[in-house]
């Protein structure tokens, strides 16, 4: 099970994407769990705020894309837990 | 913009329909002899800084607890820094006010300057009064976020990051990431551009154009010395780049291992349909940039002046709604300078050309060899498929709602 963060826009316009292949972290199961938590489904349209980022986040079958403002609580949690296993 | 060609001293009380950019020319003039004049355009500017808060009812002031100066004279900057201390709330603890001396803090001081000079660039080239052109205070927050890798302006005040200090350096490093913000809010007081597909990437570029105004007036520098780089100085010297984008060669600012290759088309054929960045509103903006870029190349000297005022006139005109995309901006562009500078001026000639070099419109015919490199003159003739507007002057805009405080006031 593979997840992708891509995010795009900002100021600077530069997209930086991270990957996460959850079977090669040490800890699959609590990813596993984590993943199937998510509110995958509740996720409405986003505004576009200017100059702000946006979020793509796919994990099959899963795919959102969520405004910078909307990217709290466990999809924070999920964007930092990403970026923290890319060394970010 | 040249000087006004002063006709007499006596300033009749008509000047209220005087362009905001003349009554701060005229306001401004010490000569004795025209102590009158300057005195009543200093009136006009008060009344109708009165008059367009009145009209902007449609844009109140973003804040509910906005202040303004009892005192303060139209231009004058109010500028209030705020520090976040690396937290996301907003606005953050005041750490400098209007006035007050800087202090050891290079994101406040770098805010506080970048912020007055594009405060002074709308105001002294056109005409322009703050961001809501009635004055509103210009309020920034710094220290945003931990290792926050973006600036933005949030309907209510520019907020900036530090950088995560491996890619990007502070982001108040370079003033024409300021003027870029705030110009985001000139546009959202005026033709209030949808953030999303070519009106989107047109929002962007002309935050881009304006920021690089800003940073060229603010050093003083002609078209031919400035870089015409959007956040140079952003990267850290880890990345193989020299800023975010380039006006003048879109899609060459960067080329770097982690950040990739400058993604920034310089023409329609370039164009990138994508559903990311709000479909690409600052990948696609590399075209009316370079659009901007050979504007100015072609007029030369220094770009806020014609080809500057071309854009402004254009943005908070009435020709602009805000779905507006590429080829009705190109239009509404190539009618502004008709209107400023004559069909078949020089400054018309050469937005029709940039235009067509993106792949905007199509190609104008080239020029004969005597017309190369040398001003229109009055009168001069050009072939019938560029020596007309592309807009109709005698068509009117379609009806909509009011959109800015100075709509169809040209200068304003």
């Known amino acids: 099970m593979k997840v992708i963060v891509s995010r795009s826009g900002g100021m600077a316009g530069i997209r930086l994407t991270w990957e996460v292949r959850v079977e090669e972290q040490p800890d699959p199961a609590i990813w596993a769990d984590f993943l199937d938590s998510l509110p995958w489904d509740d996720v409405t349209d986003s505004v576009a705020t200017v100059d702000r980022f946006a979020y793509r986040i796919r994990c099959a079958p899963h795919e959102v894309v969520l405004a910078e403002p909307e990217v709290n609580g466990p999809w924070r949690d999920l964007v930092n837990r990403v970026k923290a296993a890319n060394g970010m | ?412």
């Open chain 2, 1 to 412: 913009m040249d000087t006004p060609q002063i006709q007499s001293p006596l300033i009749p009380r008509y000047c209220t329909i005087v362009p905001p950019y003349l009554l701060t020319r005229l306001a401004q003039l010490a000569d004795p002899k025209f102590a009158r004049a300057a005195a009543a355009a200093r009136d006009s500017l008060l009344r109708d800084s009165r008059i367009r808060r009145l009209r902007d009812g449609a844009h109140p002031l973003a804040h509910p607890g906005a202040r303004s100066l009892p005192t303060r004279t139209p231009g004058e900057s109010d500028r209030t820094i705020s520090d976040a201390g690396g937290l996301e709330r907003l606005p953050g603890r005041q750490v400098r006010t209007e006035g007050q001396p800087a202090g050891t803090d290079p994101a406040v001081t770098e805010s506080y300057d970048s912020l007055g000079a594009t405060q002074a660039m709308y105001w002294n080239q056109f005409g322009r009064d703050s961001i809501d052109n009635g004055g509103m205070p210009m309020d920034a927050t710094v220290h945003y976020g931990q290792k926050y890798d973006n600036a933005f302006w949030d309907g209510e005040r520019m907020v900036f990051g530090d950088g995560d200090g491996q890619v990007f350096n502070r982001f108040t490093i370079s003033p024409s990431v300021i003027g870029h913000e705030l110009t985001h809010g000139v546009t959202q007081f005026t033709a209030n551009l949808k953030y999303q597909g070519q009106s989107g990437a047109l929002n962007e570029s002309i935050s881009d154009v304006f920021g690089a105004l800003v940073e060229q007036n603010l050093r003083g520098q002609s078209t031919s010395a400035a870089s015409w780089l959007i956040g140079e100085g952003l990267f850290t010297e880890q990345v193989e780049g020299i800023a975010l984008r380039s006006m003048k060669a879109p899609g060459t600012a960067y080329n770097d291992d982690v950040l990739g290759k400058d993604p920034q088309p310089d023409s329609m054929a370039g164009y990138v349909e994508t559903d990311d960045d709000n479909g690409g509103v600052h990948l696609n903006s590399g075209i009316p940039n370079r659009a901007f870029y050979l504007v100015a190349e072609a007029i030369g000297g220094n770009a806020w002046k014609t080809p500057g005022r071309i854009w402004y006139e254009t943005l908070t005109g009435t020709a602009l709604r805000p779905q507006s995309d590429f080829a009705a901006f190109a239009a509404a562009t190539a009618d502004t300078a008709a209107r400023l500078y004559g069909n078949g001026s020089t400054a018309h000639d050469a937005v029709l050309r940039a235009w067509a070099t993106v792949g905007v419109v199509a190609a104008v015919p080239s020029p004969s060899p005597s017309t190369i490199g040398t001003p229109s003159a009055p009168g001069i003739s050009l072939p019938p498929a560029y020596s007309t507007p592309l807009v109709d002057p005698l068509t009117p805009p379609p009806s909509g709602p009011q959109r800015g405080p100075i709509a169809g006031q040209p200068g304003g």
